[in-house]
T-cell receptor, first 110, second 114 residues
Framework: QQPVQSPQAVILREGEDAVINCSSS?????VHWYRQKHGEAPVFLMI?????EQKGHDKISASFNEKKQQSSLYLTASQLSYSGTYFC???????????FGTGTRLTIIP | GAVVSQHPSRVICKSGTSVKIECRSL??????MFWYRQFPKQSLMLMAT?????????EQGVEKDKFLINHASLTLSTLTVTSAHPEDSSFYIC??????????FGSGTRLTVV
């Protein structure tokens, strides 16, 4: 079953913050986050393993609550280059298939 | 870092013909390869999973006789769309997984069937 992301779409002004949520109905082993620009393949952002860890680099970070089967991606001080569609990918076991979420379209305007 | 090469990047074919898409892991051994399909403004949907030397496992609703997957070596997997029709037009993306390398995606193939 496909993970559900919220919001479906969001428009921000440059410099504003955003939170994208990913929710699964099944227990998860890991959550992956990707950003996809139009017409291109997804670009890997980060992976979070079960254990409730939080990760981040630069102004993008994420958390994973395995008990709630949810993950959130945090974008702070957004830049124009952050525009794109964000997908979470969930894994139920190690080295198993990745199931992608419904996607969140993020538009950053000057 | 791990690199996956996917070819061709774009292909236009006539209805009824077959198209082959290649996915190669350049610097690691891909024990498992995944094929995804993405329609405009939609998410990536897994079509099939293939392990080197064995038959691919197809997701529910994916016709295995139409989408032929071969994973003959640890660095190469191919997807052949047989008797393509306009409704097969889509963005096809492969992903390779190997020990310690997680999931690495190819650059995708835009298939247009006319």
């Amino acid at each position: 079953q496909q993970p559900v992301q919220s919001p479906q779409a969001v428009i921000l002004r440059e410099g504003e913050d955003a939170v994208i949520n990913c929710s699964s109905s099944k227990a998860l082993y890991s959550v992956h986050w990707y950003r996809q620009k139009h017409g291109e393949a997804p670009v890997f952002l980060m992976i979070l393993l079960k254990g409730g860890e939080q990760k981040g680099h630069d102004k993008i970070s994420a958390s994973f609550n395995e008990k709630k089967q949810q993950s959130s991606l945090y974008l702070t001080a957004s830049q124009l280059s952050y525009s794109g569609t964000y997908f979470c990918g969930t894994e139920r076991g190690g080295n198993e298939k990745l199931t992608f979420g419904t996607g969140t379209r993020l538009t950053i305007i000057p | 870092g791990a690199v996956v090469s996917q070819h061709p990047s774009r292909v236009i074919c006539k209805s009824g013909t077959s198209v082959k898409i290649e996915c190669r892991s350049l610097d690691f051994q891909a024990t498992t390869m995944f094929w995804y399909r993405q329609f405009p403004k939609q998410s990536l949907m897994l079509m099939a999973t293939s392990n080197e030397g064995s038959k691919a496992t197809y997701e529910q609703g994916v016709e295995k006789d139409k989408f032929l997957i071969n994973h003959a070596s640890l660095t190469l997997s191919t997807l052949t769309v047989t008797s393509a029709h306009p409704e097969d037009s889509s963005f096809y993306i492969c992903s390779a997984s190997g020990a310690g390398y997680g999931y690495t995606f190819g650059s995708g193939t835009r298939l247009t069937v006319v």
